[in-house]
């Protein structure tokens, strides 16, 4: 970027020079920044709270943000003659990277080890496409709830189940909080997505995402039922059973946290909410219907790893990285569908029609 314009003599060699050292003590902060957070996890999210308390400030009184380390990086692009800002920048850039051999420290090798380890078999699952498993390996571990008894007396099965997988998805905070949060996004950006005159497109597969990701949290239930469902009944429940009774909690707390992002949409907006709720509706349907899709999937097809021949090449590494990543693409069809479903309702249908079938044979064949 400075050379782009030096080279159109907008500005002078001084300031690109004063610009580069900006950005080289700006990445050497937020180098100390990742490390010492590795390092200090406690501390880190505490002055990760303090970071955006500064930030919002510097947005809330715009006259502040020269007094933050972001305004002083701004006040030293090339043409703004902020030179004096980069005495401060230097200064705590110096400081936060003399602390990282402190910090580093306090790491155990055993620790090191295991996250090495982690590392290792999170790359070679991602080799194999198998980005579920990859991503599982670094999922946050039960910290809250443990002595809480999930498994409670209830008059029916659909309260036992909500309250167990409920239980479990407390038991991990933060990510049932983010997924929360995620849910209800999904649900308010739908909502406006659906008045948005240009990009709303864009906005609904936006949508879809947040509501597929934020019900990750909420779906284990799902998976796990989908793991042990075979030609005999573990828990004295038939497959189908167990499935429905674990989507359950799922269906409803999602239900609930869209219904309310939506509302909060509209209100925003200011649009009917009664078509937004039945759109959006309809779009967690197939995001929930995709995730028990893919907990049924199992492994890799074997026919998948073959090679094939064509005038345009081998096409088989392209339908392996469909076939694993066919959950998010669907539901990025599902959100494109459910922006305009009014003027797209037989692609909505025909989409549909390929996640039930789907869903279909992958459960005829879950115990091959």
Known sequence: MGAVLLHAELVEFSDVVLFCIAGALTGGLTLALLVIGQCWPRSAAMGAGMLAAMWVLSGVLPGLTPLFPWGWVAQLYPGQSGWTHLLPLGLIAVAFLAVVPVALENVRVDCLLAQASRWESTTSLACTLDFAAAASGYQAKPTRWRSTTAIRSFGNFIALFMVRDLIGAMRTPARAIFGALAVFSGGALFSVAREVEYGGVLFGVCAALMLFLGSGPFTDGIRHAAAVTSEQRIYGLGDRRLIVL????????????????????????????????????????????????????????LSLLSSATSPMGDPMPLLRVVWSMDGPLLVVLAGSAAAGLLETWPYAVALAVVISATTTLRWRRRST
């Open 246 to 301: 674990h989507s359950s909690m799922p269906f409803l707390v999602c239900g609930i946290l869209t219904l309310a992002g939506v509302v909060v949409g509209a209100a925003i907006a200011r649009h009917d909410v009664f078509a937004s709720a039945l759109f959006a509706g309809l779009l967690l349907l197939g995001v929930l219907f995709t995730r028990v899709n893919g907990a049924l999937k199992g492994m890799m097809p």
